[in-house]
């Protein structure tokens, strides 16, 4: 089964834990997504683009417990965190062609490379002790995706459809 039906599956079962009848609510329309790149001046990789088509809206449950952005907020996120690593003298963690779509407890930040790659590697910024670190997740897009909504699918006792 390809990413994007896989995702709609996952849409499902996700629409069904929160009790809302349409799984379609989430989604974000490609014009709003093509505004975006425009805005931020990157062209989104495939992998991503069929996430926002199908979770771009939410639900908020997406952003409270994976702490993936939501498509509303995505470009004054991406203002935000570029800001913070200039402030805190890290802005070289970040290539001008980085894109930042995740945020775990306010300490990592996840990123990818919009290139020509349809499916980048997922990077991730830690603090620790000695400041940021940029490190490699060793998956890819579609994987990492896949994965934390699979994790907040079985967090909620609901295993996707088959």
């Known amino acids: 089964m390809e990413f994007l039906a896989r995702l709609s599956k996952y849409a499902e079962n996700l629409a069904a834990v929160i009790g809302e009848p349409d799984p379609n609510i989430f989604e974000a329309d490609s014009k709003t ?43 004054e996120f991406q203002e935000e965190v570029r800001e913070e690593l200039e402030e805190e003298g890290d802005s070289d963690k970040l290539l001008s062609s980085s894109f930042v779509f995740r945020c775990i407890d306010g300490a990592e930040l996840l990123f990818f490379e919009c290139s020509a790659d349809a499916n980048p590697i997922v990077y991730e910024i830690s603090y620790g002790r000695d400041g940021a670190e940029v490190n490699s997740t060793g998956e890819t897009l579609e994987e990492y995706i896949e994965i934390a909504i699979r994790d907040l699918l079985r967090g909620a006792d609901v295993e996707p459809k088959k």
Do not use: A, T, W
């Open 33 to 75: 997504i093509r505004e975006i790149e425009k805005n931020i001046g990157l062209k989104f990789p495939v992998i991503y683009v069929d996430f926002l088509r199908v979770f771009g809206r939410g639900p908020k449950r997406l952003n409270e417990l994976c702490g993936f952005m939501l498509i509303d907020c995505l470009i």
